[in-house]
């Protein structure tokens, strides 16, 4: 159960929305679809590629001279907040995955067991 939210959370799209460069998941999926991002340096357009720590996620240059990026990082420099398992650098437009998610750290309210039940059967 509590694998498979690591899993999610580990998401490309996810990630991305994590350390604040989208209002929303779905935003964030649509910055990864268009080729708005590097993981490790080479072009990333898969929104569910699985970040692993020490992966470092980039706006690519091209990218952050968009209007929407500019603004975006004026923003993320008065209010970020950022998981502990992530590290954010918005001057570089660069994140860091440090660590893996905890449980704790996993905002979604459910129960996993039961979700770990539901497939055993």
């Known amino acids: 159960g509590v694998n498979l939210l690591a899993m999610l959370e580990r998401r490309l799209d996810n990630v991305v929305y994590r350390l604040g460069l989208a209002d929303s998941r779905a935003q964030a999926r649509q910055i990864v679809r268009h080729g ?3 993981v490790n340096g ?11 720590i ?19 990082a004026q923003f993320m420099q008065s209010s970020s907040s950022v998981p502990n398992w992530l590290r ?4 570089d437009m660069k994140g860091e995955v440090l660590g893996t998610p905890a449980r704790e750290d996993i905002e979604i309210p459910l129960n996993e067991q039961l979700i770990v039940e539901y ?3």
């Open 36 to 38: 708005h991002l590097e």
């Open 42 to 52: 080479r072009k990333t357009d898969i929104p569910s590629f699985q970040v692993a």
């Open 54 to 72: 020490g992966d470092v996620i980039t706006v690519r240059t091209s990218a952050r001279n968009k209007t929407y990026f500019k603004e975006r």
């Open 88 to 91: 954010m650098s918005v001057v």
């Open 119 to 121: 497939y055993s059967r």
